[in-house]
């Protein structure tokens, strides 16, 4: 596997939330730079080294409502 992509969305709670597409990582974090360096961490976690991505996306996810 090259790349694995995160969807990253505000938390409601604040901070961010990231849920890696297809497969089963899920992690938190308070700002930008706690979030890299969690994603990295479970990623790290869930691969062996040698199937592990050599790139992470992160695509930032927002609503934004506006008047009609």
């Known amino acids: 596997m ?7 969305e ?3 709670e604040g ?7 297809g497969e ?7 700002s930008t ?3 890299h ?3 990295r961490d479970a990623v790290r976690c869930h691969f062996e080294d040698d199937a592990a991505p050599k790139l992470i ?5 927002r ?4 008047a009609a």
């Open 37 to 39: 360096a969690r994603v």
């Open 24 to 30: 089963s990582i899920f992690t938190q974090a308070a």
């Open 10 to 12: 505000g938390a409601p």
């Open 63 to 66: 609503d934004e409502v506006i």
């Open 2 to 8: 090259s790349e694995i992509i995160f969807l990253v």
């Open 33 to 35: 730079e706690e979030l």
């Open 15 to 21: 901070g961010f939330s990231a849920r890696a597409v």
């Open 57 to 61: 996306r992160q695509h930032f996810v």
